[in-house]
Protein backbone atom coordinates (compact mmCIF):
# COMPACT_ATOMS: atom_id res chain seq x y z
CA UNK A 1 0.00 0.00 0.00
CA UNK A 2 1.40 3.38 -0.81
CA UNK A 3 1.86 5.94 1.95
CA UNK A 4 -0.45 8.35 0.85
CA UNK A 5 -3.43 5.24 1.14
CA UNK A 6 -2.10 4.17 4.22
CA UNK A 7 -2.14 7.58 6.30
CA UNK A 8 -5.64 8.40 4.71
CA UNK A 9 -6.71 4.59 6.38
CA UNK A 10 -4.84 5.55 10.17
CA UNK A 11 -6.31 8.91 10.55
CA UNK A 12 -10.13 7.79 9.32
CA UNK A 13 -9.60 5.01 12.18
CA UNK A 14 -8.28 7.16 14.52
CA UNK A 15 -10.02 10.57 13.60
CA UNK A 16 -13.26 9.60 16.04
CA UNK A 17 -10.66 9.37 19.20
CA UNK A 18 -7.70 11.24 17.91
CA UNK A 19 -8.35 14.24 20.71
CA UNK A 20 -8.51 11.73 23.73
CA UNK A 21 -6.33 9.83 22.49
CA UNK A 22 -3.66 12.19 22.28
CA UNK A 23 -4.74 13.55 26.20
CA UNK A 24 -3.85 9.93 27.02
CA UNK A 25 -0.53 8.61 25.14
CA UNK A 26 1.13 12.20 25.93
CA UNK A 27 -0.48 12.76 29.48
CA UNK A 28 -1.79 16.01 28.27
CA UNK A 29 1.82 17.22 27.39
CA UNK A 30 0.92 17.61 23.85
CA UNK A 31 -1.09 20.91 24.96
CA UNK A 32 1.85 22.36 26.11
CA UNK A 33 3.78 21.48 23.15
CA UNK A 34 1.32 23.30 20.99
CA UNK A 35 0.79 26.21 23.32
CA UNK A 36 4.37 26.55 23.55
CA UNK A 37 4.37 26.20 19.44
CA UNK A 38 1.30 29.28 19.57
CA UNK A 39 2.92 31.46 22.03
CA UNK A 40 6.46 31.46 20.76
CA UNK A 41 5.22 32.65 17.54
CA UNK A 42 4.38 36.56 17.58
CA UNK A 43 1.44 36.56 15.28
CA UNK A 44 0.65 40.23 14.01
CA UNK A 45 -2.66 41.48 13.80
CA UNK A 46 -5.14 40.72 11.09
CA UNK A 47 -2.46 38.44 9.32
CA UNK A 48 -3.44 35.18 7.50
CA UNK A 49 -2.20 31.91 8.97
CA UNK A 50 -2.32 28.55 7.11
CA UNK A 51 -2.63 25.36 9.52
CA UNK A 52 -1.18 22.74 7.19
CA UNK A 53 -2.05 19.15 8.26
CA UNK A 54 -4.14 20.68 10.90
CA UNK A 55 -6.49 18.02 11.29
CA UNK A 56 -9.40 18.76 14.54
CA UNK A 57 -8.04 22.06 14.93
CA UNK A 58 -5.90 22.18 18.22
CA UNK A 59 -3.70 24.92 16.52
CA UNK A 60 -5.90 27.36 14.74
CA UNK A 61 -8.17 27.18 17.38
CA UNK A 62 -5.04 28.49 20.16
CA UNK A 63 -4.30 30.79 17.25
CA UNK A 64 -7.35 32.37 17.82
CA UNK A 65 -7.20 32.52 21.01
CA UNK A 66 -4.21 34.59 21.29
CA UNK A 67 -4.89 36.87 18.55
CA UNK A 68 -8.53 36.88 17.71
CA UNK A 69 -7.93 39.12 14.68
CA UNK A 70 -6.02 36.66 12.61
CA UNK A 71 -7.67 34.54 9.79
CA UNK A 72 -7.00 31.29 9.93
CA UNK A 73 -7.44 28.87 7.32
CA UNK A 74 -7.31 25.17 8.35
CA UNK A 75 -5.78 22.52 5.57
CA UNK A 76 -6.15 18.26 5.66
CA UNK A 77 -6.18 15.87 3.70
CA UNK A 78 -8.75 14.11 5.68
CA UNK A 79 -12.33 15.13 6.14
CA UNK A 80 -13.43 12.73 9.20
CA UNK A 81 -10.48 15.31 10.80
CA UNK A 82 -11.57 18.16 9.65
CA UNK A 83 -15.45 16.99 10.24
CA UNK A 84 -14.18 16.25 14.21
CA UNK A 85 -12.28 19.74 13.89
CA UNK A 86 -15.55 21.60 13.00
CA UNK A 87 -17.94 20.35 15.55
CA UNK A 88 -15.15 21.05 18.17
CA UNK A 89 -14.68 24.84 17.12
CA UNK A 90 -18.14 25.61 16.60
CA UNK A 91 -18.45 23.90 20.42
CA UNK A 92 -15.75 26.45 21.55
CA UNK A 93 -17.49 29.27 19.62
CA UNK A 94 -15.07 29.34 16.98
CA UNK A 95 -16.96 30.30 13.95
CA UNK A 96 -14.43 31.99 11.61
CA UNK A 97 -11.92 29.30 10.29
CA UNK A 98 -11.89 28.36 6.62
CA UNK A 99 -11.45 24.75 6.51
CA UNK A 100 -10.00 23.31 3.32
CA UNK A 101 -9.82 19.29 2.17
CA UNK A 102 -6.66 19.52 0.68
CA UNK A 103 -3.38 17.72 0.13
CA UNK A 104 -0.39 19.65 1.80
CA UNK A 105 2.14 18.37 -1.40
CA UNK A 106 -0.19 20.36 -3.55
CA UNK A 107 -2.03 23.27 -2.21
CA UNK A 108 -5.47 24.85 -3.68
CA UNK A 109 -3.48 28.52 -2.88
CA UNK A 110 -2.34 31.25 -4.84
CA UNK A 111 1.15 32.17 -4.08
CA UNK A 112 2.25 34.43 -1.64
CA UNK A 113 -0.86 35.32 0.11
CA UNK A 114 -0.05 33.58 3.70
CA UNK A 115 1.74 35.45 6.43
CA UNK A 116 2.52 32.21 9.12
CA UNK A 117 2.46 28.87 7.59
CA UNK A 118 1.93 26.24 10.58
CA UNK A 119 2.34 22.66 10.73
CA UNK A 120 1.79 20.15 14.13
CA UNK A 121 2.72 16.68 13.78
CA UNK A 122 1.95 16.47 10.25
CA UNK A 123 5.28 17.07 8.36
CA UNK A 124 6.32 13.33 9.06
CA UNK A 125 2.84 11.65 7.52
CA UNK A 126 3.07 13.41 4.04
CA UNK A 127 4.16 11.36 1.44
CA UNK A 128 7.03 13.61 -0.36
CA UNK A 129 8.04 16.08 2.32
CA UNK A 130 10.28 18.29 -0.33
CA UNK A 131 6.64 18.68 -1.61
CA UNK A 132 5.20 19.74 1.04
CA UNK A 133 7.88 22.09 2.16
CA UNK A 134 7.71 23.87 -1.34
CA UNK A 135 4.41 23.88 -1.51
CA UNK A 136 4.29 26.12 2.10
CA UNK A 137 7.01 28.43 0.81
CA UNK A 138 4.85 28.87 -2.33
CA UNK A 139 1.69 30.18 -0.55
CA UNK A 140 3.68 32.18 2.26
CA UNK A 141 4.49 36.13 1.03
CA UNK A 142 7.96 37.12 1.29
CA UNK A 143 9.27 37.11 5.31
CA UNK A 144 6.67 35.04 5.88
CA UNK A 145 6.94 32.27 8.65
CA UNK A 146 7.19 28.55 8.25
CA UNK A 147 6.55 27.18 12.02
CA UNK A 148 6.66 23.30 12.44
CA UNK A 149 6.18 21.30 15.33
CA UNK A 150 7.18 17.54 14.97
CA UNK A 151 8.30 14.68 16.91
CA UNK A 152 12.11 13.63 16.71
CA UNK A 153 13.63 10.11 16.67
CA UNK A 154 15.08 9.41 19.84
CA UNK A 155 19.34 9.64 20.08
CA UNK A 156 19.19 9.63 24.27
CA UNK A 157 22.56 9.12 25.66
CA UNK A 158 20.94 8.08 28.91
CA UNK A 159 20.09 3.84 27.96
CA UNK A 160 17.24 4.00 31.09
CA UNK A 161 15.55 6.34 29.66
CA UNK A 162 15.98 5.03 25.99
CA UNK A 163 14.70 2.08 27.25
CA UNK A 164 11.57 3.18 29.15
CA UNK A 165 10.79 5.13 26.37
CA UNK A 166 10.93 2.75 23.89
CA UNK A 167 8.80 0.11 25.67
CA UNK A 168 6.18 2.60 26.30
CA UNK A 169 6.53 3.48 22.26
CA UNK A 170 6.32 0.03 21.31
CA UNK A 171 4.29 -1.85 23.41
CA UNK A 172 2.00 0.22 25.75
CA UNK A 173 0.98 2.96 22.89
CA UNK A 174 -0.28 0.48 20.39
CA UNK A 175 -2.05 -1.43 23.40
CA UNK A 176 -3.68 2.02 24.74
CA UNK A 177 -4.68 2.51 21.03
CA UNK A 178 -6.30 -0.77 20.87
CA UNK A 179 -8.34 -0.58 24.01
CA UNK A 180 -9.61 3.01 23.49
CA UNK A 181 -9.63 3.57 19.48
CA UNK A 182 -9.76 0.17 19.11
CA UNK A 183 -7.04 0.27 16.58
CA UNK A 184 -3.75 -1.36 17.10
CA UNK A 185 -2.31 -1.00 14.10
CA UNK A 186 -2.46 2.67 13.47
CA UNK A 187 -0.74 3.70 16.25
CA UNK A 188 2.11 1.08 15.37
CA UNK A 189 2.67 3.14 12.41
CA UNK A 190 2.31 6.54 14.29
CA UNK A 191 5.01 4.93 16.34
CA UNK A 192 7.15 4.35 13.80
CA UNK A 193 6.94 6.73 11.56
CA UNK A 194 8.92 8.99 14.45
CA UNK A 195 11.54 6.48 14.16
CA UNK A 196 11.73 6.98 10.69
CA UNK A 197 11.64 10.83 10.76
CA UNK A 198 15.26 12.85 10.24
CA UNK A 199 17.02 14.28 12.65
CA UNK A 200 16.87 17.80 14.30
CA UNK A 201 19.77 19.25 11.89
CA UNK A 202 18.65 17.18 8.95
CA UNK A 203 15.36 18.46 8.89
CA UNK A 204 16.56 21.71 9.09
CA UNK A 205 18.79 21.27 6.30
CA UNK A 206 15.75 20.00 4.35
CA UNK A 207 13.99 23.20 4.86
CA UNK A 208 17.00 25.20 4.33
CA UNK A 209 17.27 23.60 0.63
CA UNK A 210 13.19 24.71 -0.14
CA UNK A 211 14.37 28.10 0.24
CA UNK A 212 13.93 29.46 3.85
CA UNK A 213 16.44 31.58 5.66
CA UNK A 214 17.35 31.72 9.53
CA UNK A 215 15.96 28.48 9.72
CA UNK A 216 16.28 27.21 13.12
CA UNK A 217 15.18 24.47 15.82
CA UNK A 218 14.37 24.48 19.30
CA UNK A 219 13.45 20.91 21.05
CA UNK A 220 11.09 20.94 23.71
CA UNK A 221 10.85 18.33 26.58
CA UNK A 222 14.67 17.04 25.86
CA UNK A 223 14.19 16.41 21.93
CA UNK A 224 11.00 14.47 22.29
CA UNK A 225 9.74 17.36 19.93
CA UNK A 226 10.81 19.60 18.12
CA UNK A 227 9.87 23.16 16.74
CA UNK A 228 11.17 24.07 13.38
CA UNK A 229 10.98 27.83 12.13
CA UNK A 230 11.89 29.51 9.02
CA UNK A 231 11.18 32.67 6.94
CA UNK A 232 10.70 32.93 3.31
N1 LIG B 1 -2.11 19.22 13.42
C1 LIG B 1 -3.05 18.40 14.17
C2 LIG B 1 -2.62 18.29 15.60
O1 LIG B 1 -1.51 18.74 15.92
O2 LIG B 1 -3.38 17.78 16.41
C3 LIG B 1 -3.22 17.03 13.53
C4 LIG B 1 -1.97 16.20 13.48
S1 LIG B 1 -2.29 14.54 12.97
C5 LIG B 1 -1.03 13.65 13.83
C6 LIG B 1 -1.66 14.52 11.34
C7 LIG B 1 -2.63 15.08 10.32
O3 LIG B 1 -1.94 15.16 9.07
C8 LIG B 1 -3.87 14.23 10.06
O4 LIG B 1 -5.02 14.99 10.29
C9 LIG B 1 -3.73 13.82 8.60
O5 LIG B 1 -4.95 13.67 7.92
C10 LIG B 1 -2.90 14.96 8.06
N2 LIG B 1 -2.19 14.67 6.81
C11 LIG B 1 -1.46 13.59 6.51
N3 LIG B 1 -0.96 13.67 5.28
C12 LIG B 1 -1.40 14.86 4.77
C13 LIG B 1 -1.21 15.52 3.54
N4 LIG B 1 -0.48 14.99 2.55
N5 LIG B 1 -1.79 16.72 3.36
C14 LIG B 1 -2.55 17.28 4.34
N6 LIG B 1 -2.76 16.69 5.53
C15 LIG B 1 -2.19 15.49 5.75
Not at 109 to 133: H, M, P, Q, W
Request: charge should be positive.
Amino acid sequence: MDKSQLIKEVFDSVASHYDIMNDIISFGIHRLWKNKMVNITHFTKNSKVLDIAGGTGDIAIRIARREPSIQVTVCDINQNMLSRGIDKAINLNQLNFNWVCANAENLPFEDSIFDYCTIAFGIRNVSDRKKALSEAYRVLKLNGKFICLEFAPMHYQNEVFTKFYNLYSFKVIPKIGSIVAKDKNSYKYLVRSIREFPTQAEFQMEIEKIGFRNVEFHDMSYGIVTLHIGTK
